[in-house]
């Protein structure tokens, strides 16, 4: 069964740091572009980051350029989200998904004092 | 704020045809193809449409999807009670190097 499985998640202060990883099975991993996409409470989607198969390509949204690293071991089957400096309004469901077709069910990042 | 539009909300009764609308620019609809996901409540996302208006498997042939220039938009035929979700369109933005998503819509069933 192809899945993925976020961990990393929880409480931070601003400032503060977390990782994200993205757990892969059933498939590949190299041959999928992978993205993180973050949910506020109650918004909507806000596209975070891309990396390509080989990892040798990386986009980032503007909101979190020079603060968050993608990264990802395709040895391991794993994505992760570095994040450093982070801010209230990082505060959101994170999920990663393989190119747009399959989604993980997310992990929770709140960032308050 | 997104730079792809959509009505925040749509609804019809059960059996009737909805249709959403996502507005965008040269810069991604006009030049990347749309993608649509729903979103049912307390879930993660799936992906409803790829490429304009391909349905990935399971998806009910219910759901369509179509572009013209830098609009798309998804139409939700004979529409049923667990179609009632939030859909988002989005495509790459070749201005913001990024991807983009629509600001949503939320359908309710009558």
């Known amino acids: 069964e192809v899945q993925l499985v976020e961990s990393g998640g929880g409480l931070v202060q601003p400032g503060g740091s977390l990782r994200l990883s993205c757990a892969a099975s059933?498939?590949?991993?190299?041959?999928?572009?992978m993205n993180w996409v973050r949910q506020a409470p109650g918004k909507g989607l806000d596209w975070v980051s891309t990396?390509?198969?080989?990892?040798?390509?990386?986009y980032y949204a503007d909101s979190v350029k020079g603060r968050f690293t993608v990264s990802r071991d395709n040895s391991k089957n794993t994505l992760h989200l570095q994040m450093n400096s982070l801010r209230a309004e990082d505060t959101a469901e994170y999920y990663c998904a393989r190119s747009w077709d399959v989604w993980g069910k997310g992990t929770t990042v709140t960032v308050s004092s | 704020q997104s730079v792809v539009t959509q009505p925040p909300s749509a609804s019809g009764t059960p059996g009737q045809r909805v249709t959403i609308s996502c507005s965008g620019s040269s810069s991604n609809i006009g030049s990347d193809t749309v993608n649509w996901c729903q979103q049912l409540p307390g879930t993660a996302p799936r992906l409803l449409i790829n490429?304009?208006?391909q349905r990935p498997s399971g998806v009910p042939d219910r759901f369509s999807g179509s572009k013209s220039g830098t609009s798309a938009s998804l139409a939700i035929s004979g529409l049923q009670s667990e179609d009632e979700a939030d859909y988002y369109c989005?495509?790459?933005?070749?201005?913001?190097?990024?991807?983009?998503f629509g600001t949503g819509t939320k359908v309710t069933v009558l």
């Open positions: 990396i390509s198969g080989s990892g040798g390509t990386t």
């Open positions: 059933g498939f590949t991993l190299s041959n999928y572009a």
């Open positions: 490429t304009n208006n």
């Open positions: 989005a495509a790459w933005d070749d201005s913001l190097n990024g991807y983009v």
